[in-house]
């Protein structure tokens, strides 16, 4: 089992910015590829960002590229998601995702093992 706790969430004007952070735990962390999810009220989940087992290769999805960046630290077992010159309808809960495969949690698959409960982020405007 991975464990998976999400936080840094709140509320942020549009143009500002937030540092998701994730903290796993329960299985090597650098055996497992990392996403970001998120949800927008009356919207499905989907797929953010997401890196791979060494930190180097991300992905991410169109709408977020050039304001989103995702790393890890896998000494610290950590997962960060630095959001910039964030818009209105970045809103929703955001969701921390680990599987072993990096192809499914790009994919956006629901057959991602693990997922954090959520952080709730608020862009105002």
């Known amino acids: 089992q991975v464990q998976l706790v999400e936080s840094g969430g709140g509320l942020v004007q549009a143009g500002g910015s937030l540092r998701l952070s994730c903290a796993a735990s329960?299985?090597?962390?650098?055996?497992?590829?990392m996403g970001w999810f998120r949800q927008a009220p009356g919207k499905e989940r989907e797929f953010v960002a997401a890196v791979g087992w060494s930190g180097g290769s991300t992905y991410y999805t169109d709408s977020v590229k050039g304001r989103f960046t995702i790393s890890r630290e896998n000494a610290k077992n950590t997962v960060s998601l630095q959001m910039n010159s964030l818009k209105p309808e970045d809103t929703a809960v955001y969701y921390c995702a680990a599987d072993q495969s990096l192809r499914t949690v790009v994919s956006g698959s629901s057959g991602v093992n693990y997922w954090g409960k959520g952080t709730l982020v608020t862009v105002s405007s």
């Open positions: 329960g299985r090597t962390f650098s055996n497992y590829a």
